[in-house]
């Protein structure tokens, strides 16, 4: 079966860096990944949808990137902000349903 | 009012009890989803249902068993509740593979807890 996998590890950075993020995939590429926020308590949030033909995307201040020599997702977030503290979540498409990594745990200090 | 509404937010149940989580949206999506989160585990896919008359087990839907009721209502029961079976539930819907939006909206999640 595909894999998605998410550094468990947390994410301490100092407000108005970037913060980022790895997901990295096994087996074929995904048509698309998607990245989702979660705040403690609450449902995952859509953030972003990057596609298998897409390098780049942008909202904001968040990147995504999509490497499918690597298998990977990269999810940026510029000049962070204590209310960017959150759980990410990468996801990938799977026979039209989708599977999520673990999440990775993003604290920016002030 | 939120589009994907479960209830109930917390529920405390013993061992052996059958339970009933409930979802509905008013999103007008035809799929609909249920996850399980645990620490570390991430969100795990237990069944899903992509219309009224179609359900898909998924990842981990041992112990667990579904019902759409109708488009708007995607029911979760635990027959005999068991202790690993403490968890936070989500139940999440979409508007369906290659309709231009592939992303789920999310409930704000049950939390059981079995003793």
């Known amino acids: 079966s595909q894999k998605i996998e998410q550094n468990s590890e947390a994410l301490n950075i100092q407000e108005g860096k970037t913060a980022t993020l790895t997901c990295n995939y096994t087996?074929?590429?995904?048509?698309?990944l998607q990245w989702y926020r979660q705040d403690p308590g609450r449902g995952p949030v859509f953030l972003l949808l990057?596609?298998?033909?897409?390098k780049e995307k942008r909202k904001e201040r968040l990147k995504v990137t999509f490497d499918t020599t690597l298998k990977q997702s990269l999810f940026h977030i510029t000049a962070s902000q204590p209310a960017d503290s959150a759980t990410y979540l990468c996801?990938?498409?799977?026979?039209?349903?989708?599977?999520f990594g673990q999440g990775t745990e993003l604290s920016v200090k002030p | 009012d939120a589009d994907v509404t479960q209830t109930p937010r917390n529920r405390i149940t013993k061992t052996g009890k059958r339970i009933m989580l409930e979802c509905s949206q008013t999103?007008?999506?035809?799929?609909m989803y249920w996850y399980r989160q645990d620490p570390g585990l991430g969100l795990r896919l237990i069944y899903y249902?992509?219309?009224?008359?179609?359900?898909n087990k998924g990842e981990i839907s041992d112990g667990y068993s579904v019902s759409r009721q109708a488009q708007a209502k995607f029911s979760l029961s635990l027959e005999s509740a068991i202790p690993n079976q403490t968890a936070l539930y989500f139940c999440?819907?979409?508007?369906?593979?290659?309709?231009?939006?592939?992303?789920?909206?999310f409930g704000s999640g049950t939390q059981l807890s079995v003793l």
């Open positions: 999440a819907t979409s508007i369906g593979e290659g309709k231009g939006d592939e992303k789920l909206f």
């Open positions: 087996n074929y590429s995904p048509a698309y």
């Open positions: 990057i596609r298998e033909n897409e």
């Open positions: 996801a990938r498409r799977q026979g039209g349903k989708l599977i």
């Open positions: 999103k007008g999506h035809d799929r």
């Open positions: 249902s992509f219309d009224v008359k179609d359900i």
